[in-house]
């Protein structure tokens, strides 16, 4: 049997380093490793020492229980472990050994040396390589284990540490080598550190604390043979480094819902949190992010620098480490911190003071940098921060806040009440100005003070600059700057259009109808379009339920949208500039703005732009609910095409703010997307983050709108749908006929939206409109590995996809899984035509002998991006996880389709569909 690659450990760490190599084979003579530093021609050899397992090692030695995998139905013969230790090498030394193929690794830094950088993690698993169901599958694995991989060969990561629960092998034992091979890319290059966990350890009568069946009968048994760390006897896995204290997996505190058994334990707590804080581990420093992931930590004599890489949970303590991951909670602190009592700090806070600078002396304007000011901080802590909250003055809200704390579970939060007291739309550390700290330094302690900058957009209701103690955990106020107004709360903002008949959306303060005006900038004719006004209110949301302490849009994300004005330009020609303003005398008028109508239907060509899952991230270094980090640079790409002329409309196909029933980020994502969505129109499609509730008719019931179901969507986004929560349409443009549905609303067959969906296909002029574009959410193919939840649906593809065969749709877009995937000409999962490349690199797609659509997926227009499994079907044809956008040139015989970076700005992909 060949051997496999697997890992090395660090023993001991003194002047010399020993490494311990393991490996795993089928032959049981002992193996050796030949190692050195690549300059000398004479390698070392390092004899292996023989260790295996066999039945009567797991489920307490019995053998013939039925209901212990480890030893019957789960048993797998493990082969031969052989472990070698490498001696005498140096510390921070590269090195190459072999067993097979040669290996470069790296010796971590000597004990007592100035620094280290580690990675941390538990709870990995693996996942399968191919489309396969096993018997248990971990989703993040395979791209946490990718990323780090990437850390190692960088050359930035000393040691890794996994803290529990490893292969969840779990009495399966083939597991183990699938695992094995899972982490070679990293462990075999660097020290893999490990901590016993309870899917490793815990079965009934085996001498385990909790006694469940969690290991499935291996007893810890697999755990210690594959890994042997350097403990001083078997079943006593606990050990101490030079830089840490490895206690294992469960955790002390926890603020996540427990499952089948409690997440902490206070026994564990009360015997060994003593223990800390005698030897001076300082109070934890909680993250609470709900994303696959892993953290990185940096460490030097003076400081330790702990980073949320590809967002983690870590708990952190001054100058020493006690890592440990249960938990798998949902929300981020700042993201639940309007749940937090915000009580005043107990001293120091007499002398303090707050001054917020605006341009306008009569109030903020629409939008503007705020500079805010902080002086006379006696003592100033890296846990000092200022939010930015609405309304103020809301202390009387601390009488309406409710007290239900179970229901707060869905959102991931188990603070103490009373909570809904504030809503803080961002915040800053202090320490964003270096001045501030630095004046600790000086030791001038009478008045310190530091300078933030913070960008606001109108968003109606007055705010208020809070300083705040304690960081995002338990905050405390410090100061307060009063309320502050906006000079306008009825200012008329945020225009977007949209097709048919060129629709004009803004947001107002005054419910008074408003209107535009608009002409050709030629005639001195202006004409004028009265608005029609919509609103919603805390009734509209969670199912109309107001008292729902776990729906954040009608509770604690609740804010007022204000009025949205709706007004139909008509009698415009296609393609033709004209120019218009919206408002009012009474609120003021907007400036005067250029826009082009689209082609008419049946024209010789349109030039659209299309993406999904973009949301919006802050313009200033703060905190928010909810940040995308890609949609800065898109839009800022899309714009400058926008202004250039290039673009006729845009289709922003799901999830499109990401407010999920904090409903302040609508206001900003508006204000975001302003410099493309004011000049051509901006079509959407309605995506799970605006529509999925539990039993608020969405297909997959999950939380993702926070509560909104829509509602906040359509009334900022007025698409030409027949009904109210009916968000599926079709309109024409040039060449094309666009049909754009949901995929979150019953797409069954026979359901109404499948019977709509069939009608408006068939009902297609090619003569008129020769290509046909179907635009959704959800995809119907995916390379990604899934996460919380499937990242396809094989209900929605067998509904829909053979609509879409039999009536020849031409491309279909979707969204949802973030970053950009091209498909070939693919039905049932099989490639039924394959695309011709021809000189400059252009896949060509031969529509007069159509087989089938061409799927890309285009969800990279800003959410935290995916990565894609390392093994993919034959249909998957190019794969790209960067952030851009799709721009598409429809002529009568062809469609021309490229994928633009904005990183580099360079087209990444392009293809083309022809047809005579």
Request: a negative charge; glycine letters at 8%.
């Amino acid at each position: 049997m060949q051997q496999s690659k697997f890992n090395i450990r660090n023993l001991f760490q003194r002047s010399e380093i020993f490494i311990n190599k393991v490996l795993v084979s089928g032959d049981k003579t002992p193996q050796e490793v030949l190692y050195g530093d690549g300059k000398s021609k004479i390698p070392l050899p390092a004899k292996a020492e023989v260790a295996t397992f066999t039945p009567k090692d797991m489920c307490n030695g019995k053998t013939n229980v039925s209901d212990c995998p480890a030893s019957t139905f789960g048993w797998h013969d493990p082969g031969f472990i052989h472990s070698a230790v490498m001696t005498n090498l140096g510390p921070s030394t590269t090195y190459f050994y072999s067993y097979g193929s040669k290996i470069k690794f790296k010796t971590p830094p000597a004990g007592g040396s100035d620094e280290l950088k580690f990675i941390s993690y538990g709870d990995m698993g693996k996942a399968p390589l191919d489309p396969s169901s096993e018997h248990y599958i971990q989703p993040g694995s395979t791209s946490v284990m990718a990323a780090i991989a990437k850390e190692v060969d960088a050359g930035n990561v000393d040691l890794i540490f996994h803290s529990g629960d490893i292969s969840y092998a779990t009495g399966f034992l083939v597991e183990w080598d699938y695992f094995l091979q899972h982490i070679s890319p990293a462990a075999s290059h660097v020290p893999y550190m490990i901590a016993i966990g309870n899917h490793e350890r815990d079965c009934p009568d085996s001498g385990s604390v909790y006694g469940l069946w969690d290991s499935g009968g291996e007893n810890k048994v697999p755990y210690e043979t594959y890994f042997p760390m350097p403990t001083s006897a078997k079943d006593k896995p606990w050990l101490t480094r030079t830089h840490f204290v490895e206690c294992g997996l469960r955790p002390m505190y926890s603020s996540s819902p427990s499952t089948f058994t409690p997440n902490t334990d206070p026994n564990f707590t009360a015997s060994v949190e003593p223990v800390l804080v005698a030897n001076k581990v300082d109070d934890w420093s909680l993250v609470r992010i709900s994303e696959f992931g892993y953290a990185r930590v940096h460490a030097t004599k003076n400081e330790l620098n702990i980073e949320d890489q590809m967002e983690v949970e870590i708990l952190s303590s001054g100058s020493s480490v006690y890592s440990t991951s249960k938990l798998h909670d949902y929300k981020s602190d700042f993201r639940v911190l309007n749940r937090r009592i915000l009580a005043e700090c107990s001293n120091g806070t007499t002398n303090i003071q707050i001054k917020v600078s605006s341009k306008s002396a009569s109030g903020l304007l629409n939008e503007e940098y705020v500079k805010v000011t902080v002086s006379g901080v006696s003592d100033p802590s890296n846990n000092d921060w200022i939010a930015m909250i609405t309304p103020s003055g809301s202390d009387n809200d601390t009488k309406a806040c409710l007290q239900d704390d179970w229901n707060y579970m869905q959102t991931g939060d188990m603070s103490n009440l009373p909570l809904l007291c504030h809503y803080p739309i961002k915040g800053q550390n202090m320490n964003e100005d270096p001045n501030y700290m630095n004046c600790k330094k000086e030791g001038n302690k009478s008045n310190c003070s530091g300078t933030l900058s913070f960008h606001v957009v109108n968003i109606r209701t007055d705010i208020e600059f809070v300083l705040f103690g304690n960081g995002f955990i338990n905050p405390c106020v410090l100061k307060r700057s009063g309320p502050i107004k906006f000079a306008n709360p009825n200012a008329a903002l945020y225009g977007h259009l949209s097709s048919v008949n060129s629709s004009g959306t803004s947001v107002s303060g005054d419910k008074t109808p408003q209107g535009v005006l608009y002409g050709d900038g030629k005639s001195n004719i202006t004409l004028l379009a009265n608005s029609k006004i919509a609103t919603f209110t805390p009734k509209d949301m969670c199912n109309g339920k107001t008292n729902v302490s776990d729906c954040p849009a009608s509770n604690f994300g609740w804010h007022d949208p204000g009025f949205i004005h709706s007004a139909v330009m008509t009698n415009l020609s296609p393609s033709t500039t004209y120019f218009y303003s919206y408002g009012s005398s009474s609120v003021g008028w907007s400036n005067r703005i250029k826009f082009r109508t689209p082609p008419a239907e049946g024209s010789d060509e349109l030039k659209f732009i299309s993406y999904g899952d973009m949301g919006k991230a802050p313009l200033d270094p703060s905190s928010e609910h909810y940040i995308q980090p890609g949609s800065t640079s898109v839009m800022a790409a899309i714009a400058k095409e926008v202004d250039a002329g290039n673009v006729d409309s845009i289709f922003h196909i799901g999830d499109i703010s990401y407010a999920t029933g904090f409903l302040v980020e609508w206001d900003y994502f508006l204000q975001h997307i302003s410099p493309a969505a004011s000049h051509v129109p901006y079509m959407t499609a309605i995506g799970n983050h605006e529509r999925d509730y539990p039993d608020s008719g969405s297909v997959y019931g999950l939380w993702d709108s926070g509560g909104e179901i829509g509602v906040p969507y359509e009334t900022y986004f007025p698409m030409p749908t027949s009904a109210k929560d009916k968000p599926w349409y079709s309109i024409k443009q040039g060449p094309v006929h666009f049909t754009v549905v949901s995929t979150e609303h019953n797409f069954s067959c026979n359901s109404e939206q499948n019977d709509w969906i069939k009608w408006d296909l068939r009902s297609v002029d090619r003569s008129v409109t020769p290509w046909v574009i179907f635009m959704g959410h959800r995809p119907m193919y995916s390379s990604s590995p899934s996460t919380f939840t499937p990242n396809t649906d094989p209900n929605f593809t067998a509904s829909v996809e053979p609509v879409l065969v039999a009536n020849k749709v031409d491309l279909v877009l979707f969204g949802h899984v973030h970053n950009y995937e091209r498909t070939c000409s693919i039905n049932e999962g099989t490639c039924k035509a394959t695309p011709l490349r021809d000189g400059k690199g252009i896949d060509t797609y031969d529509h007069n002998n159509y087989k089938a659509p061409v799927h890309a997926i285009i969800g990279m227009a800003g959410f935290m991006l995916d990565d894609f499994n390392a093994t993919v079907d034959d249909w998957s044809l190019v794969r790209i996880s960067e952030f851009g956008y799709a721009r598409v040139h429809a002529t009568k015989k062809q469609l021309d389709i490229e994928f633009v970076n904005v990183n580099t700005t360079k087209v990444e992909d392009a293809f083309r569909i022809i047809k005579s």
